[in-house]
């Protein structure tokens, strides 16, 4: 009876992961301005600001040097390196929680009856919740603002009643740029190209690297291997890689579901 139910939480986890986008109001912190973020920020600046930070909104500052830096870095290589149009892909969808409740806790919610929730449902501006697993007491939730989901995880999961909160992740590997945030203030870009095996996970990798500094664009170079980078290249890329998997990996919900769950 356990492996049909991990079986039937895996299909439901699958379905999940491939979920298309959903419109969402995008929220800066600062206010709309001739130096700020414009209103309709560019999706992809917007959701590497969001994932660089760690904050629960993207930092305004960071999303205008994150987008200033992918202009420039596509506008002058775009013709050489075409490597560069290689996008950020989120690791999981902004405001959007699958939370998993004990039972007694989770029919509370159906029925209408949980409160606990009310005021963080409020601040946060939650607009919808998705009953349609009640099989494993579990739940989505949608935010009408773009939130970082593993902040938000973190908040909920200390709700009463509550087994576990994670994002609505994405699965699968696939050629991507990944940003790097470095000690020194630095942001590094890695432009990876993969193949083999995608988007199950890529065999073959190869990197372009790039930062800005002062407005120049500087062109770290090209590699095969992770290996051939220089130490702090390597080191910045692996930080992040790790970072990004920890959000990206499947198996991280089933790792958060405790042995009795269902």
Request: hydrophobic share 40%.
């Amino acid at each position: 009876m356990r492996i049909f139910r991990i079986v039937g939480l895996l299909a439901v986890v699958l379905t999940l992961a491939g979920c298309g986008e959903f419109s969402l109001k995008p929220h800066l912190d600062g206010n709309d301005g001739p130096d700020q973020a414009p209103t309709q920020p560019e999706p992809e600046a917007l959701a590497m600001a969001l994932w660089l930070s760690h904050d629960l909104r993207a930092p305004t500052e960071l999303y205008q040097r994150v987008r200033s830096d992918l202009i420039l870095i596509r506008t002058g290589f775009r013709d050489s390196l075409p490597a560069v149009d290689l996008r950020f892909l989120k690791p999981w969808e902004p405001g959007r929680l699958i939370l998993g409740f004990d039972p007694d806790s989770y029919q509370a919610v159906s029925d209408g009856k949980y409160t606990a929730w009310d005021s963080l449902n409020s601040l946060y501006n939650m607009v919808r919740v998705d009953l349609s697993m009640p099989a494993f007491n579990m739940l989505k939730l949608k935010f009408d603002d773009w939130l970082n989901s593993e902040v938000l995880a973190d908040i909920y999961r200390q709700l009463p009643g509550v087994r576990f909160a994670v994002p609505n992740r994405y699965m699968g590997e696939s050629p991507m740029l990944l940003p790097s945030a470095t000690d020194d203030g630095r942001i590094l870009y890695f432009f990876r190209n993969a193949w083999g095996d995608c988007p199950s996970g890529c065999l073959y990798s190869e990197y372009w690297v790039f930062t800005v500094l002062s407005g120049r664009v500087v062109y770290d170079g090209y590699f095969t291997e992770q290996t051939l980078m220089p130490d702090d290249l390597k080191d910045a890329f692996t930080t992040a890689w790790d970072h990004y998997w920890q959000g990206r990996e499947s198996s991280s919900l089933f790792a958060a579901i405790p042995s009795d769950f269902h």
